[in-house]
């Protein structure tokens, strides 16, 4: 163990990057592990919300049975009194131009809670780094996407997430995962050369 800290000591950097690094995929299974269960029992429960239960802005169900984006800003909004970690829905609109937001009771929706769809195999995923009781969908901006196919299309909700998923950081998780380590490093330096320089003078 004394090698450990003298190494540590050493190198201040690489080692608060590892130890960065180890908190990171504890959380990260921790996440996992616990999803797993609110899926097992039931709070995180999965099913389909039909999109005709939704509140929706700027979309439309046609004659011909597709859902359809009719002006700038479509959204589609639920607010079912259950929380919601994840959310699919069949498309084969670009999910890159979907977004999603969360909010709590009394919360207006806002770009700090935002999320951005993935493509996954039949359409696009997102997934919220916490559960929400009320989420917003935005789809591509622009009139005349088709967004889904059939009177009785649905979101699918709290659908399990890859493993690996739970290791892919937010824009601002990142940032501190850069950041946070290094600032450390130079702190935990400071502190071991004003430690050296009392212990000369005493």
């Not at 269960?37 to 169900?61: H, N, Y």
């Not at 359409?123 to 789809?139: C, F, M, N, W, Y």
């Not at 009785?152 to 890859?162: D, G, I, T, Y």
């Not at 493993?163 to 937010?170: A, K």
Request: hydrophobic content about 55%; aromatic content about 10%; glycine content about 12%.
């Amino acid at each position: 163990m004394k090698r450990v800290f003298a190494w540590a000591a050493a190198h201040l950097v690489a080692a608060c990057y590892l130890l960065a690094l180890a908190l990171w995929a504890l959380w990260a299974f921790g996440s996992a592990g616990w999803d797993a269960l609110g899926r097992a029992t039931g709070r995180l429960a999965g099913g389909d919300i039909p999109l005709a239960t939704l509140q929706s802005q700027d979309i439309a169900l046609t004659d011909e049975g597709l859902w359809v984006s009719t002006g700038a800003d479509p959204q589609l909004i639920f607010n079912g009194g259950r929380p919601v970690r994840s959310v699919f829905l069949a498309t084969d609109a670009d999910p890159a131009g979907f977004e999603g937001y969360w909010a709590a009771a009394g919360q207006d929706f806002s770009l700090r809670r935002r999320v951005f769809g993935e493509a996954v195999d039949g359409g696009v995923l997102l997934v919220l780094p916490a559960a929400a009781d009320t989420i917003r969908i935005d789809p591509a901006a622009g009139a005349g996407v088709v967004l889904a196919e059939g009177e009785n299309a649905a979101l699918s909700v709290n659908v399990a997430v890859p493993l690996w998923r739970y290791f892919v950081p937010r824009a601002e998780q990142g940032l501190a995962l850069a950041a946070l380590p290094a600032a450390a490093a130079v702190l935990a330096d400071l502190g071991l050369f004003w430690k050296g320089r009392l212990k000369k003078r005493g």
